[in-house]
């Protein structure tokens, strides 16, 4: 079985009607991590029809994810992840969106490792904001792949699994499907996951 553990984190996100927004002036980020990286910047997505200025901040590790979730509960902010941009819709940006911190995966949350490379049982684990490229090239170098992919590469596998996305492979009439793959979601390959969520009871 060719598994598939991401560590990932999720946090809530609603579709969105806004228009590309460029009057949103930078809200104050006070009390923010000193050790998270952040800047005020422009977020384009891939088709270009979201192109605001917008906080992103740039975690090294799922505990600064963490320092971010506590520092936006304990300071009436929202954060919201964001991968490489690809999505169609306005999934990142929504209305109301002033006081977001984006949270870019890609830059620093990017690893992976081979946890088995034994045919028929094969896994790894891979970083949210890793790119379907990468994790296809560094795959190769173990002599492995996946059936099924988006077709583009430059999409990450958090986002990918955060949309439900799935391959362009199909069976043909007589293909079998090899052993732990999948020709649907990319989500069905995952056997586990690591996720940043809200505890009702420490309210953190
Ligand atoms: C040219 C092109 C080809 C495409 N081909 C395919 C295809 O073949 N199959 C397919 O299924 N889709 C396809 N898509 C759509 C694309 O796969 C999805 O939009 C995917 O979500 C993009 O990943 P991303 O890294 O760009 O995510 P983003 O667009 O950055 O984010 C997408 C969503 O995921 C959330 N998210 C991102 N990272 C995380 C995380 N770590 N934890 C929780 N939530 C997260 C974001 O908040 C947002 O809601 C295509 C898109 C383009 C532009």
């Known amino acids: 079985m060719l598994g598939l553990l991401i560590f990932l984190f999720l946090v809530p996100n609603y579709f969105c009607e806004d228009n590309t927004r460029n009057d949103i002036r930078p809200v104050p980020l006070i009390n923010f991590p000193n050790s998270v990286k952040v800047e005020y910047t422009n977020f384009r997505n891939w088709a270009g029809e979201t192109n605001i200025q917008t906080w992103i901040a740039y975690p090294e590790s799922?505990?600064?994810?963490?320092?971010?979730?506590?520092?936006?509960?304990?300071?009436s902010m929202k954060i919201r992840p964001c991968?490489?941009?690809?999505?169609?819709?306005r999934l990142v940006t929504e209305k109301g969106f002033d006081n977001v911190v984006l949270v870019d995966t890609t830059k620093h949350l990017n690893k992976m490792g081979i946890i088995s490379s034994t045919p028929g049982n094969a896994s790894f684990w891979?970083?949210?904001g890793l790119s379907m490229?990468?994790?296809?090239e560094q795959l190769e170098s173990s002599n492995l792949s996946l059936a099924s992919v988006p077709t583009t590469g430059d999409v990450s596998i958090g986002g990918v699994v955060a949309v439900g996305g799935h391959g362009l492979g199909i069976p043909t009439a007589n293909d079998k499907k090899p052993?732990?793959?999948?020709?649907?979601?990319?989500?069905?390959l995952v056997i586990e996951f690591t996720?940043?969520?809200?505890?009702?009871t420490s309210k953190r």
Not at 195 to 200: K, Q, T, W
């Open 62 to 75: 799922p505990d600064q994810i963490l320092q971010l979730a506590n520092w936006a509960k304990e300071n």
């Open 83 to 89: 991968g490489l941009r690809h999505s169609w819709s």
């Open 126 to 128: 891979a970083e949210a």
């Open 133 to 136: 490229v990468s994790i296809l």
């Open 179 to 188: 052993l732990g793959h999948t020709f649907g979601s990319i989500s069905n």
């Open 195 to 200: 996720a940043v969520v809200f505890d009702s």
